[in-house]
């Protein structure tokens, strides 16, 4: 349940702090959270992981749709990605989500070691 | 005790940021680039994206209203000029503000800047420079600013510019931006002065001076003579032949040294000259006079040829204000409509193809360039020096001194080859103050011919045919520019530069321009053909094309009762009427026993053509291959006496040697002991193109489009996702539908000033800039078919018509 409220409360803010702040306001965000909601270090990378992956998934998803693929299929061509918009998405949220759960891991260390 | 693995694992984040947040060689900077909250993914636009916003900007006088119609296009309507110029410069930065600087960079030699630290790049900033492109450009705003029309027009455009860029947030900047991860600076006046001088480069920059200069030592002048021809047998001027001319009004006088000092004087230059503009710039323009038409109107008609790009040069909208209604073709990068029409006229732009630019050799006292040896004595040169920033490495200095003919382009320090230390300084009517933006100012307000020939009469260069038709009934075409008024022979080789005796001795007066108005036969042609016949008084080399132009007349004294559907059709005409006079001259020649069984069949493919350079036309194609190898057949011998190089005749001028004498001097090969006919040559040239031709075949490219392969760039070329290639279109360099590989009419336009006009037009590409748009390239289809749109001059009334889709207001706070 924690594991979950984590991601889902991940997600959130890294949106609100992508409206407002540059694309790294991600990593302060996952930071914060896994600062809020303890978890060991797998779990807490997982899920400031995930938060990530699946917002940035989900956007990308979303406006690409919206696009019909025009923008995408060209930038999955330029990134060497066989201009398959699919893989561009997984791309795009697999940078995110790596951000996200070094971010989240590193709160949980500093939790742990605060005790 | 985890501090060690949490200052670990913080490391790696922010050393994953830090990483992610740089760009690393051609790849953008990944974390920033991906976020679809700000990254590329943010400009990929809805398809039903909504364009509509109310705006408030400070700086407006009033209110300005922009529609929009299904295809994007704007239709602004402001209540006083300034207004109307911030609105065009705020939309021309909306959907095309990356292109507008991107432009100016390469104009003033900045792209190195951006693009990094590439020997290509620094090279191409460096000869920018030494051009003189910024001198240029300087020296026009001082008259741009000294015109109060001119200025506030300016002043607002460049207003609307910036409030445009500094509305912008790294989530709303253009793509290209993201991907080469830099930003936009502040809008100026002198970037709208290089965007024109930028054109005068494309158009009125190309020469070959230097390689002809080469060609002195293997050829006579009195043959070089021959082989430059200046007036070509099949010529139909602009100014219908037999017009009589006016006695010239200024007479140059040859220096009395020339023959010794520039004729015959032998030289070679090695000089590399990097950025050459294409020689198939060009465009058709024509128009009908009302006795020829259906509707008694008349008709005018024009499509430029330039390098097709994305986003396309031209972006097309209507500009509404008390004192001007107008609709057509505009630059992104500078104010007014370009190519169009209002409510009484209409007028087009094709290139005059004439030269203006010459280079003069020049004896510096020694390097440090500060002295040059001029009528007698050492004289004090401009020294500018010149700071290319490059990306990612130091700053490039390049010195460069300047002197009574203008910058000295080649010395020791740039194109290294050049021989015996030699200095060239380039003498080029765009270095020239003048004020080229006004002419559209006057002629998008022009009611009638008075105001369109004094609209015309401020423009200098780069020379361009101004085609005009009025509502009442006029067609006009002038010849339009500063040009030198040369003795023969002038300029077409570098001339001594140590005193003034080679000078540029004046101008011909702008009324001894070409021109016509209201010609008997009722119809003008420009395309880009030499304008007028023998009898004109002055020497004036150009890089003329002479095919179009005849194409084009033949088939208008051929038509009555035009319309404009006819003149689309006219305008997508692929007839070859150039090989329609070489054939049977090859044919003649061809010893077709000689061929195996592929070249009879490559041969039958020209013996059957219907002459027509259709995309999946065959025998274009080896009609083509054959006649660019009996070019090399004929005349490489004899070139390859010239080092490092010389430059290839024009086809035309072969043809109609052959045609006259059948034992014209170069059919022989200088390099064999027998004496070659020319059923030698023209056998030979056929034999060595059937294994290019075999090769064609077995890679699917007999066919002239697949030949050809017809592709729109992006301007950052080597991003091919970005580009259309293969586009199913026909034509060349020498047929009036004018299209090659990555050049052709960048904008097709109709216009017939019937009591209510029609007008057509399209463009190959969009109106949005941004290749996440679908309208970055939605017109591109209907280009190729031959297709056109029908042109919307809208009235303030239909503000509430169906076509209308979006609305932007704009007003002070």
Request: charged share 20%.
């Given at each position: 349940m924690?594991?979950?409220?984590?991601?889902?409360?991940?997600?959130?803010?890294?949106?609100?702090?992508?409206?407002?702040?540059?694309?790294?306001?991600?990593?302060i965000?996952?930071?914060?959270?896994?600062?809020?909601i303890?978890?060991?270090g797998?779990?807490a990378?997982?899920?400031?992981?995930?938060?990530?992956?699946l917002?940035?998934?989900?956007?990308a998803?979303?406006i690409?749709?919206?696009n019909?693929?025009?923008?995408?299929?060209?930038?999955?061509?330029?990134?060497?990605?066989g201009?398959?918009?699919?893989?561009?998405?997984?791309?795009?949220?697999?940078?995110?989500?790596?951000?996200?759960?070094?971010?989240?891991?590193?709160?949980?260390?500093?939790r742990?070691?605060?005790? | 005790m985890?501090?060690?693995?949490?200052?670990?694992?913080?490391?790696?984040?922010?050393?994953?940021v830090v990483?992610?947040?740089?760009?690393?060689?051609?790849?953008?900077?990944?974390?920033?680039?991906?976020?679809?909250?700000?990254?590329?993914?943010q400009?990929?636009?809805?398809t039903?994206?909504?364009?509509?916003?109310?705006?408030?900007?400070?700086?407006?006088?009033?209110?300005?209203?922009?529609?929009?119609?299904?295809?994007l296009v704007p239709?602004?309507?402001?209540?006083?000029?300034?207004?109307?110029?911030?609105?065009q410069?705020?939309?021309?930065a909306?959907?095309?503000?990356?292109?507008?600087?991107?432009?100016?960079?390469?104009a003033s030699?900045?792209?190195?800047e951006?693009?990094g630290n590439?020997p290509?790049?620094?090279n191409?900033?460096?000869?920018?420079?030494r051009?003189?492109?910024?001198?240029?450009?300087?020296?026009?705003?001082?008259?741009?600013?000294?015109d109060?029309?001119t200025?506030?027009?300016?002043d607002?455009y460049?207003?609307?510019?910036n409030?445009?860029?500094?509305?912008?947030?790294?989530?709303?900047?253009?793509?290209?931006?993201?991907?080469?991860?830099?930003?936009?600076?502040?809008?100026?006046?002198?970037?709208?002065?290089l965007?024109?001088?930028?054109?005068?480069?494309?158009?009125?920059g190309?020469?070959?001076?230097?390689?002809?200069?080469?060609?002195?030592?293997?050829?006579?002048?009195?043959?070089?003579?021959v082989?430059?021809?200046?007036?070509?047998?099949?010529?139909?001027?602009?100014v219908?032949?037999?017009?009589?001319?006016?006695s010239?009004?200024?007479?140059?006088?040859?220096p009395?040294?020339?023959?010794?000092l520039?004729?015959?004087?032998?030289?070679?230059?090695n000089?590399?000259?990097?950025?050459?503009?294409d020689?198939?710039?060009?465009?058709?323009?024509?128009a009908?006079?009302?006795?020829k038409t259906?509707?008694g109107?008349?008709i005018?008609?024009?499509?430029?040829?330039?390098?097709?790009?994305?986003?396309?040069?031209?972006?097309?909208?209507?500009?509404?204000?008390p004192?001007?209604?107008?609709?057509?073709?505009t630059?992104?990068?500078?104010p007014?409509?370009?190519?169009?029409?209002?409510?009484?006229?209409?007028?087009?732009?094709?290139?005059?193809?004439?030269?203006?630019k010459?280079?003069?050799?020049?004896k510096?006292?020694?390097?440090?360039k500060?002295?040059?040896?001029?009528?007698?004595?050492?004289e004090?040169?401009?020294?500018?020096?010149?700071?290319?920033?490059?990306?990612?490495?130091k700053t490039?200095?390049?010195?460069v001194?300047y002197?009574?003919?203008?910058?000295?382009?080649?010395?020791?320090?740039?194109?290294?080859?050049?021989?015996?230390?030699k200095?060239?300084?380039?003498?080029?009517?765009?270095?020239?103050?003048?004020?080229?933006g006004?002419?559209?100012?006057y002629?998008d307000?022009?009611?009638?011919?008075?105001d369109?020939?004094?609209?015309?009469?401020?423009?200098?260069?780069p020379?361009?045919?101004?085609?005009?038709?009025?509502?009442?009934?006029?067609?006009?075409?002038?010849?339009?520019?500063?040009?030198?008024?040369?003795?023969?022979?002038?300029?077409?080789?570098?001339?001594?530069?140590?005193?003034s005796?080679?000078?540029?001795?004046?101008?011909?007066?702008?009324?001894?321009?070409?021109?016509?108005?209201?010609?008997?036969?009722?119809?003008?042609?420009?395309a880009?053909?030499?304008p007028?016949?023998?009898?004109?008084?002055?020497?004036?080399?150009?890089?003329?094309?002479?095919?179009?132009?005849?194409?084009i007349?033949?088939?208008?004294?051929?038509m009555e009762?035009?319309?404009?559907?006819?003149?689309?059709?006219?305008?997508?005409?692929?007839?070859?009427t150039?090989?329609e006079?070489?054939?049977?001259?090859?044919?003649?020649?061809?010893?077709?026993?000689?061929?195996?069984?592929?070249?009879?069949?490559?041969?039958d493919?020209?013996?059957?053509?219907?002459?027509?350079?259709?995309?999946?036309?065959?025998?274009?194609?080896?009609?083509?291959?054959?006649?660019?190898?009996?070019?090399?057949?004929v005349?490489?011998?004899?070139?390859?006496?010239?080092?490092?190089?010389?430059?290839?005749?024009?086809?035309?001028?072969?043809?109609?040697?052959?045609?006259?004498?059948?034992?014209?001097?170069?059919?022989?090969?200088i390099?064999?002991?027998?004496?070659?006919?020319?059923?030698?040559?023209?056998?030979?040239?056929?034999?060595?193109?059937?294994?290019?031709?075999?090769?064609?075949?077995?890679?699917d490219?007999?066919?002239?489009?697949?030949?050809?392969?017809?592709t729109?760039?992006?301007?950052?070329?080597?991003?091919?996702?970005?580009?259309?290639?293969?586009?199913?279109?026909?034509?060349?360099?020498?047929?009036?539908?004018?299209?090659?590989?990555?050049?052709?009419?960048?904008?097709?336009?109709?216009?017939q000033?019937?009591?209510?006009?029609e007008?057509?037009?399209?463009?190959?590409?969009?109106?949005?800039?941004n290749?996440?748009?679908?309208?970055?390239?939605?017109?591109?289809?209907?280009?190729?078919?031959?297709?056109?749109y029908t042109?919307?001059?809208m009235?303030?009334?239909?503000?509430?018509?169906?076509?209308?889709?979006?609305?932007?207001?704009?007003?002070?706070?």
């Amino acid at each position: 349940m924690k594991f979950i409220v984590a991601i889902i409360l991940t997600a959130l803010l890294a949106f609100i702090g992508g409206v407002y702040m540059p694309w790294w306001s991600l990593a302060i965000a996952a930071f914060i959270i896994s600062l809020l909601i303890p978890q060991k270090g797998g779990k807490a990378f997982l899920s400031g992981f995930l938060g990530v992956f699946l917002l940035w998934a989900i956007l990308a998803w979303w406006i690409n749709m919206k696009n019909e693929s025009i923008l995408a299929k060209k930038i999955a061509e330029i990134l060497h990605l066989g201009g398959n918009e699919y893989f561009l998405i997984l791309v795009t949220a697999f940078v995110g989500g790596l951000v996200g759960g070094f971010a989240s891991l590193s709160a949980s260390f500093l939790r742990s070691s605060n005790k | 005790m985890r501090i060690v693995p949490f200052v670990i694992s913080t490391v790696i984040t922010a050393g994953l940021v830090v990483t992610l947040n740089k760009k690393w060689g051609p790849l953008p900077p990944l974390g920033k680039f991906l976020s679809p909250q700000q990254g590329f993914w943010q400009n990929a636009e809805a398809t039903d994206h909504n364009f509509s916003a109310d705006l408030k900007i400070s700086g407006l006088k009033g209110r300005v209203e922009v529609y929009f119609d299904d295809r994007l296009v704007p239709h602004i309507f402001a209540d006083n000029d300034e207004d109307l110029y911030f609105a065009q410069g705020y939309i021309h930065a909306k959907f095309r503000l990356w292109q507008m600087e991107f432009q100016t960079f390469a104009a003033s030699g900045r792209i190195s800047e951006h693009l990094g630290n590439d020997p290509r790049f620094i090279n191409y900033d460096r000869e920018t420079r030494r051009l003189g492109m910024v001198y240029a450009a300087e020296n026009a705003l001082k008259v741009i600013e000294a015109d109060p029309s001119t200025k506030s027009g300016c002043d607002a455009y460049t207003a609307g510019v910036n409030a445009y860029i500094q509305s912008l947030t790294y989530a709303t900047m253009p793509l290209e931006y993201k991907l080469l991860d830099y930003k936009p600076e502040n809008w100026s006046n002198l970037k709208i002065a290089l965007f024109l001088k930028q054109m005068s480069r494309t158009l009125a920059g190309f020469e070959n001076d230097l390689a002809y200069t080469n060609m002195k030592s293997a050829f006579s002048f009195k043959d070089f003579m021959v082989l430059d021809k200046q007036v070509p047998d099949s010529l139909e001027p602009i100014v219908p032949k037999g017009t009589k001319f006016d006695s010239p009004g200024i007479v140059p006088i040859q220096p009395a040294s020339a023959d010794s000092l520039y004729f015959s004087k032998k030289e070679s230059i090695n000089i590399a000259e990097t950025g050459k503009p294409d020689p198939n710039n060009g465009s058709n323009n024509w128009a009908v006079s009302g006795k020829k038409t259906q509707s008694g109107a008349p008709i005018l008609c024009n499509d430029p040829h330039l390098e097709l790009t994305f986003p396309s040069i031209w972006y097309e909208m209507q500009l509404n204000s008390p004192t001007v209604n107008v609709y057509g073709a505009t630059f992104p990068g500078s104010p007014n409509v370009i190519i169009g029409y209002n409510d009484s006229i209409a007028f087009g732009f094709t290139n005059a193809q004439r030269d203006v630019k010459d280079y003069y050799e020049i004896k510096f006292k020694d390097d440090s360039k500060q002295e040059y040896w001029y009528n007698g004595k050492w004289e004090r040169t401009n020294i500018r020096v010149e700071q290319i920033k490059v990306r990612g490495a130091k700053t490039v200095l390049d010195t460069v001194a300047y002197t009574v003919f203008g910058p000295v382009m080649y010395d020791k320090s740039f194109s290294t080859d050049l021989s015996k230390g030699k200095a060239l300084a380039v003498r080029w009517v765009a270095h020239d103050p003048s004020n080229e933006g006004l002419m559209w100012f006057y002629l998008d307000r022009a009611k009638n011919y008075d105001d369109y020939y004094k609209a015309i009469q401020v423009f200098q260069c780069p020379g361009q045919n101004m085609l005009f038709a009025s509502k009442s009934g006029e067609i006009a075409i002038w010849q339009q520019a500063k040009f030198p008024a040369r003795w023969y022979g002038q300029g077409l080789f570098v001339m001594p530069g140590e005193d003034s005796s080679y000078q540029w001795q004046g101008y011909i007066p702008q009324k001894e321009n070409p021109h016509v108005i209201n010609p008997e036969r009722g119809f003008i042609v420009s395309a880009n053909q030499r304008p007028v016949d023998s009898t004109y008084p002055y020497f004036i080399p150009g890089n003329y094309i002479t095919m179009r132009g005849l194409t084009i007349t033949r088939r208008l004294e051929g038509m009555e009762h035009i319309t404009p559907e006819d003149m689309m059709k006219l305008q997508y005409d692929y007839y070859n009427t150039f090989a329609e006079e070489a054939r049977p001259l090859l044919m003649k020649y061809i010893r077709e026993n000689d061929l195996n069984a592929d070249g009879k069949k490559y041969l039958d493919m020209v013996k059957n053509w219907d002459l027509q350079a259709g995309p999946y036309s065959t025998g274009q194609t080896v009609f083509t291959t054959w006649w660019d190898s009996l070019m090399v057949v004929v005349f490489q011998d004899e070139l390859d006496q010239v080092h490092p190089e010389g430059v290839m005749p024009e086809s035309q001028t072969l043809l109609e040697a052959l045609l006259k004498d059948s034992t014209f001097k170069y059919i022989d090969n200088i390099n064999t002991p027998q004496k070659e006919t020319l059923f030698d040559d023209v056998t030979a040239a056929f034999q060595k193109s059937v294994p290019i031709l075999q090769q064609e075949e077995k890679d699917d490219k007999l066919q002239w489009t697949k030949h050809q392969d017809p592709t729109i760039y992006h301007i950052l070329k080597s991003i091919t996702a970005f580009a259309k290639e293969g586009i199913p279109v026909g034509g060349d360099g020498d047929i009036i539908n004018a299209t090659t590989h990555s050049h052709g009419p960048s904008w097709r336009m109709i216009v017939q000033l019937s009591s209510k006009t029609e007008a057509f037009g399209v463009f190959p590409g969009g109106e949005s800039g941004n290749p996440g748009s679908k309208f970055y390239d939605n017109f591109v289809d209907k280009w190729a078919k031959g297709e056109y749109y029908t042109l919307w001059m809208m009235q303030r009334s239909e503000a509430k018509d169906k076509r209308v889709r979006w609305v932007i207001t704009m007003h002070d706070e």
